[in-house]
């Protein structure tokens, strides 16, 4: 794994559990609105069905809630492990722009401001500090 993929795994991960929170509030509305009334035919059923039409929903937000709980749990454990990595550098601007970057997830714009370099030096910091990486075994 190159440096620059090991540092990227938190974002990654922080963008899977946004996905997971769309489909969460998806499934919360789905389980809060009304169904229609289907007026199209006569429907016989031979066996009526005991449980509420939205428990299958209200089970799936259970599931949905506790995956995204793991996650952000996986997530705050890689963000420590990656920082610990990224103070292992000498460098400490290198350190910094490493965790503007992959710790923070801000852009380059925000991290040349922050830094008061320019977009260049920005790049070039980061060149050299993914260089000088060494992700855990």
């Given at each position: 794994m190159t440096a620059k993929q090991y540092l990227s795994q938190a974002y990654r991960l922080n963008e899977r559990i946004n996905s997971d929170l769309s489909e969460l509030d998806r499934?919360?509305?789905?389980?809060?609105?009304?169904?229609?009334?289907?007026?199209?035919?006569?429907?016989?059923?031979?066996?009526?069905?005991?449980?509420?039409?939205f428990e299958k929903t209200i089970c799936k937000i259970i599931n949905a809630e506790r995956k995204i709980n793991e996650e952000i749990d996986r997530l705050v454990d890689l963000k420590a492990e990656i920082s610990d990595a990224i103070s292992q550098l000498a460098n400490v601007?290198?350190?910094?722009?490493?965790?503007?970057?992959?710790?923070?997830?801000?852009?380059?714009?925000?991290?040349?401001?922050?830094?008061?370099?320019?977009?260049?030096t920005v790049h070039r910091i980061h060149a050299s500090a993914l260089r000088n990486f060494q992700p855990p075994a």
């Amino acid at each position: 794994m190159t440096a620059k993929q090991y540092l990227s795994q938190a974002y990654r991960l922080n963008e899977r559990i946004n996905s997971d929170l769309s489909e969460l509030d998806r499934l919360r509305d789905l389980a809060t609105s009304l169904s229609g009334v289907n007026y199209d035919g006569i429907r016989v059923s031979k066996t009526r069905s005991t449980e509420a039409p939205f428990e299958k929903t209200i089970c799936k937000i259970i599931n949905a809630e506790r995956k995204i709980n793991e996650e952000i749990d996986r997530l705050v454990d890689l963000k420590a492990e990656i920082s610990d990595a990224i103070s292992q550098l000498a460098n400490v601007d290198e350190q910094l722009l490493l965790r503007f970057r992959y710790i923070n997830n801000y852009g380059w714009e925000k991290i040349a401001v922050l830094m008061s370099v320019s977009m260049r030096t920005v790049h070039r910091i980061h060149a050299s500090a993914l260089r000088n990486f060494q992700p855990p075994a």
